[in-house]
């Protein structure tokens, strides 16, 4: 089973940047479409952004023209590039592959908040 180490998130102001990273464990990465999802307090887990295998990203539109979705297929890491950041994007961060399978990481906490 494929495992997920996510990483970058913090404490951050409104208006500030994080970087998020995530490691994958398998040697198919580039095989697979891949997705950062937010979990907000109270909310269910839901897709921010996601990237084929041939680097075409889509974005929710509540992140469009602020994240920008990368991938590595040589490093088998895929990274979440966060910009103009507002306090509702306040969540625990995940990468999975999409349509998601599998098991969950145990992602990484973006707060964001003056």
């Known amino acids: 089973q494929v495992q997920f180490v996510e990483s970058g998130g913090g404490l951050v102001q409104p208006g500030g940047s994080l970087r998020l990273s995530c490691a994958a464990s398998?040697?198919?990465?580039?095989?697979?479409?891949m997705g950062w999802y937010r979990q907000a307090p109270g909310n269910q887990r839901d897709l921010v952004a996601r990237?084929?295998?041939?680097?075409?990203?889509n974005y929710a539109d509540s992140v469009k023209d602020r994240f920008t979705i990368s991938r590595d297929n040589a490093k088998k890491t895929v990274d979440l590039q966060m910009n103009s950041l507002k306090p509702e994007d306040t969540g625990v961060y995940y990468c999975?592959?999409?349509?998601?399978?599998?098991?969950w990481g145990q992602g990484t906490q973006v707060t964001v908040s003056s």
């Open positions: 999975n592959r999409w349509p998601i399978v599998g098991g």
């Open positions: 398998t040697s198919l990465f580039s095989d697979y479409a």
């Open positions: 990237i084929s295998v041939a680097g075409r990203t």
